[in-house]
């Protein structure tokens, strides 16, 4: 599927998808810029996750 393919959910019709450094990404939710549950959320769990595959 491409993204013009994709049919989002009643909730994402509206999302846009960028990207960032990690970095920058860090930054935006350490100003508040991203600050929406379930992004914060999954990279928390993302760096669990990554901590325990050393």
């Given amino acids: 599927m491409t993204e013009s393919e994709k049919a989002p959910d009643a909730e994402e019709h509206d999302l846009i998808v960028r990207s960032f450094a990690v970095e920058e990404f860090e930054e935006m939710m350490r100003n ?4 929406d549950n ?3 959320s999954a990279w928390g769990l ?3 996750w990554k901590a ?3």
């Fill in 32 to 35: 508040g810029a991203i600050r």
């Fill in 38 to 40: 379930g992004t914060v």
């Fill in 46 to 48: 993302y760096l669990l």
């Fill in 52 to 54: 325990r595959q050393k």
